[in-house]
């Protein structure tokens, strides 16, 4: 009987007055038995104790060999508990935006299980698209409750590598160019997916901003860069999402890999950050003991992968006792991972209070359309040609493969089997009615057809031709899944959209003037006919519900909210990752130096006076919306205060709409370059109607600092700033100057 049905059973039977004493005795022997049984709880397993005092104990009960097998995997996907203490295995899944197919014990294949198909929820750029720290906190509950209950302890993601180049084969697995704006959006999400008692596992922790060589690549970076751009969002994560399991990255940073990084794991992670959780590495990212022992790894996984079942022979398996053994590595350092291993499981594994999760639900559908919807931008709307109203046209032509195209699957790691998946083209028929809807290839990534010209050619005069008899086309196109586009452990080989897409663009612009073009992807890329285009979407790998959340979108029944997570140059040599040599991208004799240093993204269309094709935090609505009132509270500042920009904001249309206003910040003349502006505040507000708001956005003047090498420290200089209020980096609405004394 449980403890809460002994206490209703007794409740009832103090009602009973007459047995108000055997009541009390009752009583009091329950409450003994209780106190006894916990006293021969033995203390790593009593949850009376804190979770220090169990790991102590428990870490007492283990021996060298119990130890070291709990610093290294199992199987592919998890790593060593403790069986003779009854401390379950660690069980891992990827990824980011849904819970992977079951995987075989030791491979690669998918185990076939008839059990795991999940949810699939928007790529992290859509997310991070939506603006909304809230919906990230949705996003990461959903996720985390789906992993629960897949069995999972361990969720390898989120990723918030920094978008630098548009080449990068995982941009859509990550928040996009801004630092303040993945910081945002990581915490909530990390928290959402904690509160099911699962890890969630940052990654890959650092600088794994390219695939193309992504085993070996050294990243050579200021530390300035390495401060202001490529860590923040993993120290916010950390710090303020207090995330419990962190994934090192494949390539080297200044010489050392990444798992095996000193100043990454040891220095900055651990000392200076205080992460008390677990460094996991990347599968097949360590090749030296000594290293990965001292410099901070705490789990091995998938090395050797070549071999069968070769787990006793990781670097952090045999050759680790021995050196524990001969006393060249001191048991300390064993120590040290093994309490971390051991938090990990008393957060996780060993946690009872957990709850039991739940797996493709109408709620996570639910979260994954909300997140779709909210994260499309509209672009370019000239002619109004969006929305397009059901019974506004007769004949609608959709043209493009990725109308009809399975976008789940491929990407890499983050690959998913799902429980259902809608495409555009399926939803559009049903919203539009099949009578008025019909499609057509235009391209295909079919390596049996794009190959040849001759199929080129009639895919795309088939829809020239089908597009000349249509009242209006929708064209939905862009990148996909596979290698050299959107994938894991390759980089793009282009800036052009593939397959031919800009000619059958072009074309049909010629032929028909009402042509609406959406394109999916996770990366920016070329728009040669964007003169001829009125009517753009920008979308992304939108996940289960793709299909519906787009329709929703064209149609109108939701008003698009979305803004870029990262800019789009006109063309690719715009870009600070190639506006210089091959040594700043891809790197050259296995180094890449970041030259572009602090200046990504925005950052560097601002310092270079360059007028990227979209820019970061753009996405227009079918409503329009005003600001006013536009001012801060004070108009000096001191070092510890919070600047409060505050402002009216209106919806000046006729549909209810989302509007997301931007503060950046510039100081007027710093000791130390520089970007013109930073993305320090944001707010996402939705506005019915000729509604109005008052809204304040706070921002701490601390945020305000820079990063100085010369001191190894963060420092704000007194000087006068500029608080930008705008609605993207480039459309600034008010600057406000302000001091700080
Ligand atoms: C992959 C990825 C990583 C993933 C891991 C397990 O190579 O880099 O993100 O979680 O291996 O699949």
Not at 75 to 104: A, C, T, V, Y
Not at 538 to 550: C, E, R
Request: with cysteine.
């Amino acid at each position: 009987m449980s403890i809460a049905e002994r206490k209703i059973s007794v409740e009832l039977f103090y009602q009973e007055k007459r047995h108000r004493l055997t009541y009390i005795i009752v009583f009091f022997a329950v409450f003994f038995v209780d106190v006894y049984s916990q006293i021969n709880i033995p203390i790593y397993l009593n949850e009376t104790k804190t979770i220090e005092e169990r790991i102590e104990h428990a870490l007492s009960l283990m021996s060298i060999e119990e130890k070291v097998a709990m610093c290294h995997a199992q199987s592919r996907f998890s790593s060593n508990g403790n069986p003779e203490l009854g401390i379950p295995e660690l069980k891992m899944s990827d990824g980011p935006h849904g819970i992977r197919m079951e995987i075989k014990w030791d491979s690669w294949e998918q185990a076939d299980w008839t059990n795991d198909s999940c949810t699939a929820f928007p790529a992290l750029t859509c997310l991070a698209a939506s603006f909304n720290p809230d919906l990230s906190f949705s996003y990461g509950k959903a996720l985390g409750e789906e992993a629960r209950y897949r069995g999972k302890d361990v969720l390898l993601g989120p990723g918030v590598n920094i978008y630098r180049t548009p080449m990068n084969g995982r941009n859509f697995e990550y928040m996009g160019e801004d630092p303040y704006l993945s910081s945002r959006l990581v915490v909530p999400y990390i928290k959402g997916i904690q509160m099911n008692g699962v890890a969630a596992c940052l990654k890959h922790f650092a600088l794994n901003n390219q695939e193309d060589k992504r085993l070996t690549i050294n990243v050579e970076v200021s530390d300035r860069a390495l401060h202001e751009i490529y860590l923040p969002a993993f120290k916010t994560g950390v710090q303020e999402g207090k995330v419990w399991s962190i994934m090192g990255a494949y390539n080297k940073f200044r010489g050392d890999y990444c798992n095996q990084n000193d100043l990454l794991l040891n220095q900055i992670l651990k000392k200076n950050w205080g992460f008390d959780g677990a460094v996991i590495s990347d599968w097949g990212s360590v090749n030296n003991t000594k290293k990965a022992a001292l410099n901070g790894l705490d789990i091995e996984m998938g090395s050797l992968t070549q071999y069968k079942n070769a787990y006793n022979n990781f670097y952090l398996a045999e050759p680790f006792l021995n050196m524990l053994r001969s006393g060249e590595i001191p048991v300390e350092v064993l120590d040290d991972k093994v309490r971390r291993i051991l938090r990990l499981h008393f957060r996780t594994s060993m946690n009872r209070n957990r709850p039991f999760g739940s797996f493709s639900t109408k709620e996570h559908f639910a979260v994954s359309q909300q997140i779709a919807e909210e994260g499309v931008v509209l672009l370019k709307n000239k002619t109004n040609l969006f929305p397009i109203k059901k019974g506004q046209y007769k004949k609608i032509l959709i043209v493009g493969e990725n109308a009809t195209k399975i976008l789940t699957v491929g990407g890499g790691s983050s690959e998913l089997k799902v429980k259902k998946e809608i495409t555009p083209l399926k939803a559009l028929s049903n919203k539009y009615g099949k009578d008025v809807i019909s499609h057509t290839l235009g391209y295909s990534s079919d390596p049996a057809l794009c190959q040849k010209a001759s199929t080129q050619d009639s895919l795309i005069s088939k829809a020239v031709e089908m597009a000349g008899l249509a009242d209006v086309v929708i064209y939905i196109g862009g990148l996909n899944k596979d290698k050299n586009q959107d994938t894991e452990a390759a980089d793009r080989l282009s800036y052009d959209l593939p397959f031919n897409q800009n000619r059958l663009i072009e074309s049909l612009l010629s032929i028909n003037k009402k042509v609406g073009i959406v394109l999916i992807s996770g990366n920016a890329y070329a728009m040669p006919w964007i003169n001829k285009a009125s009517s753009i979407i920008q979308s992304w790998y939108l996940g289960s519900v793709a299909g519906d959340a787009l329709a929703n979108i064209i149609s109108g029944e939701v008003n698009p909210s979305g803004k870029l997570p990262f800019s789009f140059p006109v063309k690719l040599e715009d870009s600070g990752a190639h506006a210089h040599d091959e040594s700043s991208y891809p790197g050259v004799n296995g180094t890449v130096t970041y030259k572009d240093d602090i200046l990504v993204g925005y950052r560097w269309f601002d310092a270079k006076r360059i007028k990227p094709q979209f820019p970061f935090g753009h996405g227009l609505s079918y409503t329009n919306f005003g600001l006013s009132n536009v001012k801060t509270n004070k108009k000096e500042y001191g070092v510890n205060d919070t600047i409060k920009v505050l402002f009216d904001i209106k919806n000046l249309g006729y549909l209810l709409g989302s509007e997301v206003v931007q503060i950046y910040v510039s100081q007027e003349s710093p000791s130390l370059m520089r970007p013109i502006k930073e993305l320090k505040g944001f707010k996402k507000v939705s506005l019915s109607p000729k509604e109005s708001q008052k809204i304040c956005i706070e921002i701490p003047t601390k945020s305000l600092a820079f990063y100085d090498d010369g001191k190894n420290g963060w420092v704000l200089e007194k000087d006068k700033y500029y608080v930008h209020v705008a609605f993207s980096s480039e459309n600034v609405i008010k600057s406000i100057p302000i001091s700080i004394e």
